[in-house]
């Protein structure tokens, strides 16, 4: 079945330090891919998606690009700032099931701190 | 803007006793979601609903039972807690079910402890 795996955590980071978190997935057909955060006491926020494969999404700073060729979709950041401490998961998905709606697949999550 | 709210944040449980997870949205929004958390993996659907009045089991739904009696409201049960049964609990809602396209909002969250 489908899946995701994500780097395991945590990540510990200085201040304007490059970020790379590695996801890559497993899927059947041509899913969409997904970067949710989760900052400390909040929920889950979408934080930046791709619809197809060579697209890259980006929000706040942070990219990742949609390769099929290697399957993945990892985040990066070109300077972390302490405001990016959280958590963040990589998800997908895919088709649409018989119960009227595509479920999202989650990846385990990866913790990041950044420290000044 | 609320968003998504579950109530209550915490909790600790002792083996057997029972307990009601609440989730509301004020967003208008038809898809509910209930998922758990574990150590080392990702959130795992329990159960998911798709319009007021209706339910359907996800991928971890034993030993859970839903309502969603409002349309803004999801609640999730817990008739006799086990200690596998710790966890976080997430609340969800989307517009859709077209998850590939459409945005899926959030609660905080809910630490339960079952001891």
């Known amino acids: 079945g489908d899946s995701v795996t994500q780097m395991e955590g945590p990540v510990t980071l200085s201040e304007e330090a490059f970020l790379t978190i590695n996801c890559t997935y497993t899927?059947?057909?041509?899913?969409?891919l997904f970067w949710y955060v989760q900052y400390p006491g909040e929920g889950l926020q979408l934080l930046l998606k791709?619809?197809?494969?060579?697209d890259k999404g980006s929000n706040k700073g942070f990219e990742a690009t949609y390769r099929k060729e290697t399957t993945s979709f990892h985040l990066e950041k070109g300077s972390v700032q302490v405001s990016d401490s959280a958590v963040y998961f990589c998800a997908l998905s895919e088709g649409l099931f018989s119960g009227g709606y595509n479920k999202l697949i989650f990846g385990a999550g990866t913790r990041l701190a950044v420290h000044p | 803007n609320a968003g998504v709210t579950q109530t209550p944040k915490f909790r600790v449980l002792k083996t057997g006793q029972s307990m009601t997870l609440l989730c509301a949205q004020d967003?208008?929004?038809?898809?509910m979601y209930w998922y758990r958390q574990d150590p080392g993996m990702g959130l795992r659907l329990i159960h998911y609903?798709?319009?007021?009045?209706?339910?359907a089991k996800g991928e971890v739904p034993d030993g859970y039972n839903v309502s969603r009696l409002k349309k803004q409201n999801f609640l999730l049960g817990l008739e006799s807690a086990a200690p596998s049964q710790t966890s976080v609990y997430f609340c969800?809602?989307?517009?859709?079910?077209?998850?590939?396209?459409?945005?899926?909002?959030f609660g905080q969250g809910t630490r339960l402890t079952v001891v």
């Open positions: 969800a809602s989307s517009y859709s079910g077209d998850q590939m396209n459409t945005e899926a909002f």
């Open positions: 899927a059947t057909g041509y899913p969409s």
């Open positions: 791709a619809t197809k494969a060579d």
């Open positions: 967003m208008n929004h038809e898809y």
């Open positions: 609903s798709v319009g007021e009045g209706t339910t």
